[in-house]
């Protein structure tokens, strides 16, 4: 079965610092693999994702995420922080070809801007 | 105008209370989900519908029920609500091209007391 794993609840970093959000799936297969971004009071917003082919995808907001299947990560970066990326972030996997168009979450991160 | 919406987005009502939460979308998706957040846990999905004749039960049903009126249109129900369903409840659709990309709405915030 599918499982992701987000193994820091909450992160702290100074506006203009460098970021990486750690995000581990567990799959037997080639995954689907979702980064999304949850500000407060607001529904989920789709960051970036991987599918297939360059196993570093560019997302939106100057976010990007590279694909380790030898590692099995999907590590989410940003060169630097803006105090409005502070939100909570969602990693997720989706199983390729079950059928099932399932997503299986992480149980998130929090990141706290600090100016 | 939002593609996914859900309707109420905030509400509060009591224990042993009949309460739906309904989700609409114009993306033209047949398929639709509808998950809870809690802090700490993540999302977790409690029911999924791939068409209106087609209903499934996700990771945590019990207590909840569904209904897909029309592909547009799918709604939550919690027959006889308790404090421990307070939460966040998202809908979210995807189309059939299965890459498992979702769509989601803005979420309804229920509280039971």
């Known amino acids: 079965a599918q499982s992701v794993t987000q193994p820091d609840i909450h992160i702290t970093v100074s506006e203009g610092a460098s970021l990486e959000l750690r995000c581990n799936y567990s799959?037997?297969?080639?995954?689907?693999l979702f980064w999304y971004v949850q500000s407060p009071g607001q529904g989920l917003q789709l960051l970036l994702k991987?599918?297939?082919?360059?196993?570093l995808v560019q997302g939106i907001k100057g976010f990007e995420a590279e694909f380790k299947r030898s590692q099995s990560s999907f590590n989410l970066r940003k060169p630097s922080v803006h105090w409005s990326d502070a939100a909570e972030y969602f990693c997720?996997?989706?199983?390729?070809?079950?059928?099932?168009?399932?997503?299986?979450f992480g149980t998130g991160t929090r990141l706290t801007v600090i100016p | 105008d939002a593609d996914v919406t859900q309707t109420p987005r905030n509400r509060i009502t009591k224990t042993g209370k009949r309460i739906m939460l309904e989700c609409s979308q114009t993306?033209?998706?047949?398929?639709m989900y509808w998950y809870r957040q809690d802090p700490g846990l993540g999302l977790r999905l409690i029911y999924y519908?791939?068409?209106?004749?087609?209903?499934n039960k996700g990771e945590i049903s019990d207590g909840y029920s569904v209904s897909r009126q029309a592909q547009a249109k799918f709604s939550l129900s919690l027959e006889s609500a308790i404090p421990n369903q307070t939460a966040l409840y998202f809908c979210?659709?995807?189309?059939?091209?299965?890459?498992?990309?979702?769509?989601f709405g803005p979420g309804t915030r229920l509280t039971v007391l």
């Open positions: 979210a659709t995807s189309s059939w091209t299965g890459n498992n990309e979702q769509f």
């Open positions: 799959y037997g297969a080639t995954p689907y």
């Open positions: 991987y599918f297939s082919g360059d196993t």
């Open positions: 997720a996997v989706g199983a390729m070809g079950t059928g099932a168009n399932n997503l299986f």
């Open positions: 993306k033209g998706h047949d398929r």
């Open positions: 519908s791939f068409d209106v004749k087609d209903i």
